[in-house]
Nanobody
């Protein structure tokens, strides 16, 4: 079992930026290179939604709500989410995910990914 840990959340004003990061500190031999990874978010009372993903072949996808404002990237040890031009509606708990579960073919479906972090809170004030 690979445990993921997110960092970088916080409180910002609208228009601000945050950089989120995700690592697997208890699994130092686990590499994010070549595996599917993603970022999700969940606001109170709402379902968890896919924000961005990088497939194992390197293809990148974004949800329509963050396209042009967020950027996902990865290296061997870390998954990143650069969030710019933040809006109050971006307020949510943000989760990183990695590895395929085999239960879904859609990256935006939480069932697509096998390993998850506990989340980091992002709060955007107007």
């Amino acid at each position: 079992q690979v445990q993921l840990v997110e960092s970088g959340g916080g409180s910002v004003q609208a228009g601000g930026s945050l950089t989120l990061a995700c690592t697997a500190p208890r699994s130092p031999r686990y590499s994010f290179s070549g595996v599917s990874v993603g970022w999700f978010r969940q606001a109170p009372g709402k379902e968890r939604e896919g924000v961005a993903s990088i497939r194992g072949n390197g293809s990148i996808a974004y949800s329509a709500s963050v396209l042009g404002r967020f950027t996902i990237a990865r290296d061997k040890n870390t998954i990143y989410l650069q969030a710019n031009s933040l809006k109050p509606e971006d307020t949510a708990m943000y989760f990183c995910a990695a590895g395929l579960s085999g239960r879904s073919l859609e990256w935006g479906d939480p069932n697509f990914f096998r390993y998850w972090g506990q989340g980091t809170q992002v709060t955007v004030s107007s």
